[in-house]
């Protein structure tokens, strides 16, 4: 199947007599024939869905259908993106170990990898996406075991060069993790490019509606957790029996360690009905986007024609820096525009107040248009002087561009301008 069949048809298939939509199965718990059914579960728990903090039904349809469209082997659906980034290292770090991560990131991942992590004593190694290969083979250690980027960077939209840090990654037999939230699946396959794990803040494009809160984790099947560095995937786990998942599930290691080991203790593990609602949003991803790009590309190239902007990034446009690797990774630049207002943070300000259509919250990827201003709002604490420090711009905003007429979001631009 095409990924426009795949939406609407992958997951859930009934059968004769069953519902064509599939249903929510609102239940906790699962009745077992007998204490011996159930115990044999509790010895290879793969076998049969028993509680749903970690399995349920619906939710595992969901995970089904973001795999095939992904193209990984198995995929686990997490109640926040941020506890799948989370999920992602834990489930390869442990204290004591390091991983590396582009400085191009979401702020709310720096905070949780620089900061929460090494609380734990697992330290993040920031690097810069642009970085030669030998600046960042420098920045490897005896004791790193991941690299993690983003496709398309939130809100810098720097274009992430999979291939590159693939290699990069697999020259010191690690794997390289890629948050494909911007692109989706639709506008870019990692797997394509070498990467070994993708994961999703399903919150954003997925679901597209601002409905729930969601991520989820996708496993590509590809690298090798034999290789040596990685001694819990091929030494018995006694929390489980003694299994050795490289030995017992083989490709699929990396993503039922996860669910055995990490969403059985964490719990971080989505309701049915969130399932239900985000399976919704995948019904409609393949259209949505399309969509979301085209009226994007038309809103950056308005922007790049008025006095009072001084910067347009979107790599659709020809003049984006990352334009070339747009080219080579992306169906796609996702509906995300940020820019540059002349006269800083008052008049990003100004200008946000004055939109008529457009929504200022603090969300993204939504079908209706919303707006951020970092430096009054998430990051609001800072003086300017600290901004530029931070590598924000007092006057950036990202414009979130939704599935309004885009003659109607250009007109509220062009009216707020005015106003300056």
Known sequence: MRDETKCLHAGYTPKNKEPRV???????TYVFDSTEDLGKVFDEPT????YSRFANPTVMAVEAKIAELEGGIGAMCTSSG?????????????????????????????NLFMFTLK???????????????????????PNTKAVFGETLANPALTVFDIERFARLAHEHNVPLIVDNTFATPIHCKPFEFGADIVIHSTS?????????????????????????????????DESYHGISYVETYGKAAYIVKARMQLMRDFGAYPAAHSAFLLNL???????????????ALKVAEYFKTCDMIEEVIYPGLKSDRCYDLAQKYLKGCSGVVSLVIKGGKDNAMKFMDNLKLASNEVHVADIRTCVLHPASETHRQLTDE??????????LIRFSVGLENVEDII??????????
């Open 411 to 420: 007109a509220d631009i062009e009216q707020s301008l005015a106003t300056l």
């Open 119 to 141: 609380k734990l004593g697992i330290e993040c190694i920031p690097v810069d996406c642009f970085a030669d290969d030998e600046t960042i083979r420098k920045a490897f250690k």
């Open 386 to 395: 600290q901004l530029v420090a931070a590598g924000i711009n007092p006057g």
């Open 47 to 50: 076998q049969a869905v028993i």
């Open 204 to 236: 954003k494009y997925m679901d597209g509606h601002a409905l729930q809160i969601g991520g989820v984790i996708v496993d590509s099947g590809n690298f090798n957790w034999a290789n040596g560095n990685f001694p819990e995937f091929t030494e018995p």
């Open 82 to 110: 941020q506890a799948a980034s989370l999920m992602s290292i834990l489930n390869i770090c442990k204290a004591g170990d390091s991983f590396i991560c582009t400085s191009q990131i979401y702020g709310g991942t720096v």
């Open 22 to 28: 599939m249903p929510i199965y609102q239940s906790t």
């Open 281 to 295: 949003g995948l019904e409609t991803l393949a259209l949505r986007m399309k969509q979301y790009c085209e009226n």
